[in-house]
Nanobody, 121 residues
């Protein structure tokens, strides 16, 4: 199971850090991803990270503003979001790939329940 948290309301230019806590024994061998979705739009890939945390992948829209990281000892993946814009508003979901992939087209096996991020202008 994946439990996302850390969302909230923030002004444009502000920062938030999302967390996704995983239960089970497969976290350290799983690739992890963050996605977001707004009403009327398809779910959008935001960032991904490999098993060890040594390799990451970002959507162009968040590159150089967001940072994904993980702590395998705590079974947790993070998304640090800086310089937030109103367009970053949405429900953010974490996802896990048991085969270790972490890109936008990865077939993720498990999904968290989502946490709302709202950026006001």
């Amino acid at each position: 199971q994946l439990q996302a948290s850390g969302g909230g309301l923030v002004q444009a230019g502000g920062s938030l850090r999302l967390s996704c806590a995983a239960s089970g024994r497969t976290f350290s061998s799983s690739g992890m991803g963050w996605f977001r979705q707004t009403p009327g739009k398809e779910r959008e890939f935001v960032a991904g990270i490999n098993r060890s945390g040594g390799s990451t992948y970002y959507a162009d829209s968040v590159n150089n503003r967001f940072a994904i990281s993980r702590d395998n000892a705590k079974n947790t993946v993070y998304l640090q979001m800086n310089s937030l814009k109103p367009d970053d508003t949405g429900v953010y979901y974490c996802a896990a790939s048991v085969v270790g992939n972490y890109g936008p087209r990865t077939n993720y096996n498990y999904w968290g329940q989502g946490t709302q991020v709202t950026v006001s202008s």
